[in-house]
T-cell receptor
Framework: EPEVTQTPSHQVTQMGQEVILRCVPISNHLYFYWYRQILGQKVEFLVSFYNNEISEKSEIFDDQFSVERPDGSNFTLKIRSTKLEDSAMYFC??????????FGPGTRLTVL | GESVGLHLPTLSVQEGDNSIINCAYS??????FIWYKQESGKGPQFIID?????DKRQGQRVTVLLNKTVKHLSLQIAATQPGDSAVYFCAALSSGSARQLTFGSGTQLTVLP
């Protein structure tokens, strides 16, 4: 069964550094998403992406964040200058027209 | 905006019994709902979804019930197994929102032997 994959599984970085989190969505999906989950808290929406542009973003998704679909298979989330409070699990998801969203295993980001 | 909440943060059931996990939502414009299962250290796993034009939907050992009048949905797991132990989230999508899922806080289901 096709799955969303994410790399790396764990990323440790220093505050102020840039990180890029990578995702390979399910191949026939057209909608792509990033969510995050701070330890012990709810899963929170960051951004949705369709037709090579952002379709919706939350207040969390400020100027430090960007997304890109550099080729036909990858979908990336970049955090330009990480802060301590960016430490969280970051989940990529993909889906089709129905609205269904299938999540990847996540990247644990630790900012020191 | 939407807020989604679960009624109980934890639920313990005996192996073989049926489990019922409840969820409430606030936005009457929410028209699509998904139940997810999340095991420790893993991503949310899609279990079952339901649209607001339905009251009930069944999958393998799972049933989702939707009551739009009171803005409530439930997930029923039949013959609960040890592998069902996980955190269960409901998530809602509003018709006015492009694709933003709003998640509840989760119910930790523990299956007792």
């Amino acid at each position: 069964e096709p799955e969303v994959t994410q790399t790396p599984s764990h990323q440790v970085t220093q505050m102020g550094q840039e990180v890029i989190l990578r995702c390979v969505p399910i191949s026939n999906h057209l909608y792509f998403y990033w969510y995050r989950q701070i330890l012990g808290q709810k899963v929170e929406f960051l951004v949705s992406f369709y037709n090579n542009e952002i379709s919706e973003k939350s207040e969390i998704f400020d100027d430090q964040f960007s997304v890109e679909r550099p080729d036909g298979s990858n979908f990336t989330l970049k955090i330009r200058s990480t802060k301590l409070e960016d430490s969280a699990m970051y989940f990529c998801a993909s889906g089709g027209d129905r609205g269904e969203q299938f999540f990847g295993p996540g990247t644990r980001l630790t900012v020191l | 905006g939407e807020s989604v909440g679960l009624h109980l943060p934890t639920l313990s059931v005996q192996e073989g019994d049926n489990s019922i996990i409840n969820c409430a939502y606030s936005n009457s414009a929410s028209d699509y709902f998904i139940w997810y299962k999340q095991e420790s250290g893993k991503g949310p796993q899609f279990i079952i979804d339901i649209r607001s034009n339905m009251d009930k939907r069944q999958g393998q050992r799972v049933t989702v019930l939707l009551n739009k009048t009171v803005k409530h949905l439930s997930l029923q797991i039949a013959a609960t197994q040890p592998g069902d132990s996980a955190v269960y989230f409901c998530a809602a999508l509003s018709s006015g929102s492009a694709r933003q899922l709003t998640f509840g806080s989760g119910t930790q289901l523990t299956v007792l032997p």
